[in-house]
């Protein structure tokens, strides 16, 4: 920021009366319409608003609009992109599968994009898959298709094993997959890759009981780095038991324990949880989000959120927290209240003001943890 202009005043009245002309002019000229407010997404005949805090909330919960929604989010922006982001395509057919018994089959559309992109990642050379946001990409192509096998065809595919082999023959020394730390949740932290790629392994069917002996090592480095990494915040916390409920060994009794009554402790007086309170805004990503994190009016006591809310009740319940137990139903209940009127839950964005693709898992998690408290049906 460069340093303020000072203003020169003068007492001759011929110069207050110049003053007074170019203000009034400056006043007379037409000002700069306001930034147009882009849709969420956008192609063809597809068209989804942008998200807004001010969107009002249903009667009732509407599981077809939601549904909806993330079938249109994942249309558009395969069609408009091709690729695999994790914040819409990623989580789509990472969690869209699961819902199968009680909302029909997911986009075969979809999944024929992820098998596209394995094609494209089988040609790179390994190095450059090491780099940027292509570890992420591999990783979730692994992880979606698993999710389809094992929810739709109840079979392991040929390309599920492919794009397992191909994640964890460029998984790092560590045990670990590179991962900038630029957009918060999803590409913030190589732990976060790392869970997923626990959970598209846990998910194949019989795929690791047919692994081969460097694969098996992969896998055990896998573990020994969720394991042992000093974890970053309590949102890679939820994480760890997230993959922990499909990969028990990950941790012991004792730690899953502690990570539920971690998890418990972040319910919000009104029933739902708010991602914002899962970590300090320095430790998302690299910290250049900080200052604006801070200066948001609710930083102080942030409102709960679809995404997190979400998140929370579908953790607790895969890691065996009972649908009745009176966290859960709090937590339902504030599903069932704050559904807006598009189909979608509202999440503020970590990162920008502008288009919240965090509203995009911030639905589909909802849908799930619905799912999972036999909400849907």
Not at 4 to 19: N, P, R, S, W
Not at 205 to 227: C, F, G, H, M, T
Not at 229 to 245: F, G, I
Not at 289 to 318: K, M, N, W
């Amino acid at each position: 920021m460069v340093g303020a202009l000072a203003l020169v005043q003068t007492a001759g009245a011929a110069e207050a009366a110049q003053d007074y002309s170019s203000d009034k002019k400056a006043a007379e000229e037409p000002k700069p319409a306001k930034e147009e407010v882009k849709p969420q997404y956008k192609h063809g005949e597809i068209l989804i608003p942008a998200s807004s805090a001010d969107e009002a909330t249903r009667p009732t919960v509407a599981p077809e609009l939601a549904e909806a929604y993330l079938r249109d989010g994942a249309l558009a922006w395969s069609r408009d992109r091709s690729c695999v982001a994790c914040h819409t395509t990623g989580t789509y057919l990472v969690t869209r599968p699961s819902l199968t018994a009680q909302m029909g089959r997911p986009l075969d559309e979809i999944r024929d994009l992820y098998v596209a992109q394995l094609r494209k990642k089988e040609t790179t050379a390994r190095d450059l898959l090491q780099k940027s946001t292509q570890p992420g990409q591999v990783v979730y192509i692994a992880a979606g298709l698993a999710e389809w096998d094992v929810h739709v065809t109840k079979r392991l595919s040929p390309e599920t094993g492919e794009a397992l082999a191909l994640m964890l023959e460029i998984q790092l020394p560590e045990g670990g997959w590179a991962n900038p730390p630029c957009w918060p949740p999803f590409e913030s932290d190589a732990y976060h890759l790392a869970t997923q790629a626990a959970m598209a392994l846990a998910a194949a069917p019989d795929w690791v009981a047919q692994a081969n002996e460097s694969q098996r090592a992969s896998i055990n480095r896998l573990k020994a780095y969720l394991r042992n990494t000093p974890l970053p915040h309590d949102y890679a916390r939820t994480l760890l038991l997230w993959a922990a409920a499909r990969m028990p060994d990950l941790i012991t009794a004792e730690k899953k324990d502690e990570l539920i009554a971690m998890l418990s402790r972040h319910q919000r007086t009104d029933g739902g949880w708010s991602i914002r309170t899962f970590a300090e805004p320095e430790a998302w990503g690299n910290g250049l989000r900080a200052e604006r994190l801070r200066t948001e009016p609710d930083f102080a006591s942030p409102a709960s959120d679809g995404h997190q809310t979400g998140l929370a009740i579908v953790v607790l319940r895969e890691a065996g927290v009972p649908m009745t137990d009176p966290r859960i139903r709090r937590g339902i209940a504030w599903l069932k209240e704050n559904q807006r009127e598009s189909g979608r839950w509202w999440t503020r964005s970590l990162n920008t003001d502008k288009q919240h693709f965090i509203n995009y898992s911030g639905t589909a998690y909802p849908l799930m943890a619905l799912a999972l408290c036999g909400e849907l049906g």
